[in-house]
């Protein structure tokens, strides 16, 4: 009898386990009220199986909790996520969150400064000018995550 139950918990216990996994952690995002692109980023995170919540701030209260995140001011876009112990500032890629959170490096987040065409949010990637997603460090400091190359340039 209790090798039957061992047995029956196993197999229910399994696909917990496996979904568990693949599901990756929950993201929040603070967008600039009434911003369209920041919707449009967090329709992007969705479609690309993140779970995400958001809410609305305006002027002062965005900025206060960026600076309260560490990001730099020249790194500032319209909206910031927050993943797993990291932000995310601006149009960062799905697939870029999925390698930071792979790679777990001692960061601060990743950043997409400003909104450059293209980018996830912001028009179709076919017509995408060249931007970089940078990996801005608990200093302050950044690197290139990676480089999206203009559309033309593929």
Do not use: N
Request: aromatic content about 8%; overall charge negative.
């Amino acid at each position: 009898m209790k090798h039957a139950l061992l047995v029956a918990a196993s197999l229910l216990w399994a696909p917990l386990s496996l979904d568990a996994r693949e599901t990756p952690p929950a993201v929040h995002v603070v967008e600039g009220q009434g911003c369209e692109c920041c919707a449009k980023w967090t329709e992007h995170l969705q479609e690309q199986g993140f779970d995400v919540t958001t809410e609305d701030r305006f002027g002062v209260l965005l900025i206060q909790h960026k600076i309260a995140l560490g990001v730099p001011a020249e790194h500032y876009s319209c909206h910031t996520g927050q993943i797993d112990g990291y932000f995310l500032e601006g149009h960062v890629p799905a697939r870029d969150i999925r390698r930071l959170l792979e790679e777990r490096p001692d960061a601060a987040g990743l950043a997409v400064p400003g909104m450059p065409y293209g980018s996830p949010g912001m028009g179709p990637e076919d017509r995408r000018e060249a931007y970089d997603v940078l990996l801005i460090r608990k200093d302050g400091s950044s690197e290139v995550f990676t480089s999206y190359p203009a559309a033309g340039d593929i």
